[in-house]
């Protein structure tokens, strides 16, 4: 039985930069534990003469010329819009290197 | 005249163009049962009743003018909430893009809108196409409109249940593991997968980019090829979209299917199936032997493990696609926070639901280091099995015909708490998302439960690029069955 430990949980959450409270990492651990065990029914599966596939269509690389197109004015408004943060045209964010609590 | 949302895009079509009825009428008949049902249903989060009417303005004005127009003018349609339409609030049905406006138009969209179509709104969905009941909204669950104690399926349930419902004529959904087909199943009405790469998946947001399809929800097939000859072929801006060797031409689906080999595979009908589900497929099978097919038993071998392949391969990709919500470029931005950690930390968990968070930890640990082959590689290498199961079943047989769904639609709440009995929802549709072969779901009848009648789905699939064999099956099926009839709420 893939039981994730809660190390387990918090070491995951933290790669995927999730915040979780301390009961979802309990209801989370569990729930999560059970689905792997159904997963783990692959585990019984010979695949030693078999490829991952890496695409269904039997499609080559797709390339175009490396050319500048202009962008739509109207677009490029509403990406400034949507901005959470917003000093003119300008994305605001928090400053990256003042205070940093990582700890991994 | 106010029951003309209940007719269907042919129908329309053919009362438009003799100019019998205008857009605006048939645009302002789905609006008003949209508006009539939505506080009930909770189909739609926004309806662009202004816009739509304005749209169907222009459209009659230029039909009386004798202007050219396209395929789908006048014709209302609505929009799942996770395609992009410039300008129009768009939140895959989250709480982390409330507010947040499209920046540009999928393909899709602007293809069916060079088309005519009027889009009327846009329809709930589990939070970031996760789910199969829709409950997984941010905005609440959608209700079944033949039974609103259930649920419509999903993700694609507001879109399923918006052609159920008539409250328009077409509606888009996505589907990367069954959430369009399964849905469609659950309200009665066709939903169409296409094979992967026939639709652009340009202005979808990504849910699993390797499995993820656009695709119709109609009240026939017919309607259902003229949807997708407008949506479908290459499109430079999705490198995975195809140039197609034909393309979807309804008038030319062949009228009958004498001849025609249908395989049924024999490991979708063990257990787990409901049974007066499984006798309504049975019932639908015969059907098609009495109308000249040729049916055989053959095998998926490794149908089996579909499930299990999809929920390690979706998460994963699912991790990586949903990793561009930081609170940063767009989206809600946590508030209050010590460090940039904390800024992507807190905003992507208060901004993601359950399921949501559920399926990136999933991903995040199947990709991780020391789990990658166990998990990815490995669920990838039986990827490639399943996809080799259906090529040698197509050497045999023309298309494939299964049950869409093991049960009907269930209860509110009822599979809400365990993920796991949610995920089995899927059962018979991931396969075809994993091999990327095309499959349509269309109504075979109904089982009464608690005195209401709630539909049951046949769904076919067919080989790389065989819609045109799809339809030509479903479509037989569809006039012989006289099964499209949709609910009128």
């Known amino acids: 039985m893939a039981q994730l430990s809660r190390d387990e949980v918090e070491h995951i959450a933290a790669l995927a930069r999730l915040h979780l409270t301390e009961e979802e990492k309990n209801v989370f651990g569990t729930q999560l534990s059970s689905i792997l065990d159904y997963v783990a029914k692959l585990q019984t599966v010979d695949t030693s003469a078999v490829k991952p596939l890496d695409h269904v269509l039997d499609v080559k690389n797709v390339t175009r010329n490396d050319e500048v197109k202009p962008y739509g004015a109207t677009s490029r408004t509403l990406i400034i819009e949507n901005f959470p943060g917003q000093t003119g045209d300008l994305l605001s964010v928090p400053a990256v290197f003042e205070q940093t609590t990582e700890n991994f | 005249m106010s029951d003309l949302n209940k007719l269907n895009i042919g129908e329309a079509q053919k009362k438009l163009v003799a100019q019998e009825i205008s857009s605006r009428e048939l645009t302002e008949a789905c609006l008003t049962q949209a508006r009539s049902v939505n506080s009930d249903l909770n189909i739609y989060l926004e309806l662009w009743e202004t816009e739509a009417l304005k749209e169907a303005d222009k459209i009659d004005a230029a039909r009386a003018r004798g202007d050219e127009l396209g395929a789908l003018a006048g014709i209302p349609i609505a929009l799942k909430d996770n395609l992009l339409f410039e300008g129009h609030e768009v939140t895959a049905a989250s709480k982390i893009l409330k507010g947040y406006r499209a920046a540009y138009s999928a393909t899709v969209v602007q293809r069916l809108r060079a088309a005519g179509a009027i889009f009327v709104g846009r329809t709930n969905m589990d ?352 006039q012989a069955n006289n099964s499209n009839n949709n609910k009128s709420v």
């Open chain 2, 127 to 478: 939070e970031f196409a996760m789910g199969s009941s829709t409950e997984n909204s941010a905005y609440g669950p959608t209700k079944n409109p033949w039974d609103p104690t259930r649920t419509p399926g999903g993700s694609s349930g507001g879109s399923a249940a918006a052609v159920a419902a008539n409250t328009c004529l077409a509606a888009l959904g996505s589907d990367t593991g069954g959430s369009i087909r399964q849905p469609a199943a659950l309200c009665g009405v066709v939903g169409t997968k296409p094979t992967y790469g026939r639709v652009s998946r340009y202005g979808l947001m990504a849910m699993a980019s390797s499995l993820d399809q656009i695709g119709p929800f109609t009240k026939t097939v017919k309607d259902a090829a003229q949807i997708l000859q407008v949506i479908e072929n290459d499109d430079p801006r999705d490198s995975t979209s195809v140039v197609l060797e034909e393309t979807t031409v309804p008038d030319l689906i062949p009228k009958d299917i004498r001849g025609l080999k249908i395989g049924v595979p024999k490991e979708y009908f063990i257990s787990g199936i409901e049974p007066d589900v499984e006798k309504l497929v049975r019932d639908a099978i015969k059907k098609l032997e009495n109308l000249g097919a040729e049916i055989r038993e053959i095998s998926l071998p490794h149908s089996d493990y579909g499930l299990a392949a999809y929920y390690v391969i979706m998460p994963a990709e699912v991790s990586s696609n949903l990793a561009r919500f930081d609170g940063i470029r767009y989206g809600a931005r946590a508030k209050e926070v010590k460090s940039l950690y904390e800024l992507y930390t807190k905003s992507r968990g208060e901004g993601f639901g359950n399921e949501s968070r559920r399926r990136i930890m999933l991903g995040t640990y199947g990709l991780s280091a020391g789990y990658y082959d166990a998990y990815y590689n490995q669920a990838q290498k039986v990827r490639t099995l399943i996809a080799n199961d259906f090529r040698e079943a197509f050497k045999d047989v023309d298309c494939l015909v299964t049950p869409t769904s093991p049960t009907v639609a269930f209860k509110l709440g009822e599979r809400f708490a365990d993920p796991l009995t949610m995920y089995l929802a899927d059962i018979f549709t991931v396969s075809a998302n994993l091999a990327g072969v095309p499959g349509i779901s269309v109504p075979c009848g109904t089982v009464e439960k608690e005195g209401k009648p709630l539909p049951v789905g046949l769904q076919f699939m067919a080989r790389h690029f065989g819609e045109s064999t799809m339809f030509r099956v479903a479509h037989v099926y569809e």
